[in-house]
Every structure is written in C-alpha cells, then in structure tokens.
C-alpha cells in the first residue's frame, strides 16, 4: 500500500484561520485600547483633582493674611487703599483684597510681604466654551487695587468658583462682603471658598475649603 500523500490547507481553511486570527487581533486592540484610555481619565482626572486642592490651599493661605489698614498716606489717597471685596456673580464669583502673604519670586526683590490678590473666573484660552481660575497680584498697594499688577491662568476646566463670608452677628453666610467707604469696616473671621470642576468623565465635582481671616479689624498702626 502506498504512503499517504501529504496534504496542505485548503483556501477555504486559510480563510478561516485568517478571519479568526483578525477577530482575536481586533479583540485585543480594543481591550489595549479601553485600557489606555480607562488610564488616561483617571491620570487627567488626578490632575484636575489635584490642582482644584492646590488651588484651594493657596487661596485659603492668602486669604488668611488679608487685613485692612487706617496706616496710610491721607495726603495722598482719599480713601484707605487697602480693601476686601467680595462679589457674588452666581457661579463666577470675584475676590479682591490685600493680604500679608506675599512670598517674593526673586530672592532680595524689593517688595513686602504685603499685596493685593484678586481671583476670577474668565474664558479659558487654552480650551474653548470653558472658564479657567484666574489669579491677578499687585505688590504695590495704591488706590487703584482693582487695577494694574499680574494677571495669571491658575487653574483649568472650572465650571463654578463660589465664595461666602460669615457674619458672626447675624450667624449666617453672606454672598457679598466689601470694606469700600461707606460699607463694613471689619473683615470676615471665615471665609468659605468652593470650586466646581469640569471632569473628564463630563460630570462636575465640587471641592471646599474655609479660611480664617486672622486679623478681622482695620490695623491702626
């Protein structure tokens, strides 16, 4: 009897092996490919995470050192140019006020530790339809404190930035707090500041903190 003759795939049978091998390979690229972008959400979303807490910190340090002073030039300015001012906009709230928790960029600048700080939102440049943090520092208080110094994008994919002053005679959160002629003299105690932030998922996330005004009355020396 002769020896089997051996035999090779058929077309039909590496057809086959090629549409199951494809159906595999586009099976493991898919799954690669959830993974890598299930990875990159959860790395942007600790990165907004961890900038709204950084954020927060710093705010709530310099809002700390905020101080109004009687101390000042009356020849020169009108009014008292140091201020605290906080002004509901909704959910796109505005603070400006001088504070003692200036820390010097450039090691024996000629500056104090004194300054006027201002937080905002506005249109974020970098990622249109969204609104970024914005911080402003003018380390020369004059009269124009709602003017001039540097303005610079503190945070991005803000959706809502929030703030509320204790009243401690009526025991309640106030929307507004101003120290302008004519308004309150005195300053705040707490200060509670939230950011809403604009995940990558689509879903928004709130962070909060509160601040201690340590000196709440206007310095006479």
Do not use: C
Not at 4 to 28: K, Q, Y
Not at 79 to 94: A, H, I, L, Q
Not at 187 to 214: H, I, K, Y
């Amino acid at each position: 009897m002769a020896p089997a003759t051996p035999r090779g795939f058929t077309l039909v049978e590496v057809l086959i092996a090629m549409a199951i091998t494809a159906v595999v390979g586009a099976m493991a690229l898919g799954a690669f490919s959830r993974s890598a972008a299930a990875r990159q959400t959860v790395e942007e979303q600790d990165e907004r995470v961890g900038g709204a807490r950084a954020a927060l910190t710093r705010m709530a340090r310099e809002v700390s050192g905020a101080f109004v002073s009687e101390h000042y030039d009356r020849a020169r300015y009108r009014d008292r140019p140091t201020v605290f001012k906080g002004r509901d906009g909704g959910e796109r709230d505005t603070l400006l006020f001088a504070t003692m928790a200036h820390v010097r960029g450039i090691r024996d600048a000629r500056e104090s530790d004194q300054s006027v700080i201002e937080y905002s939102l506005d249109s974020d440049p970098d990622f249109p339809n969204e609104y970024a943090l914005f911080r402003r520092e003018k380390v020369r208080i004059d009269d124009e404190p709602d003017r001039g110094g540097v303005r610079s994008l503190l945070l991005h994919h803000v959706a809502g930035f929030d703030v509320e002053y204790w009243d401690w005679q009526k025991q309640e959160w106030l929307r507004d707090w101003s120290t302008a002629p004519g308004d309150r003299t005195l300053l705040p105690p707490r200060v509670r500041m939230q950011l809403s932030m604009r995940m990558p998922d689509g879903n928004s996330r709130t962070f909060e903190t509160q601040a201690r005004v340590a000196i709440i009355r206007p310095l006479d020396f």
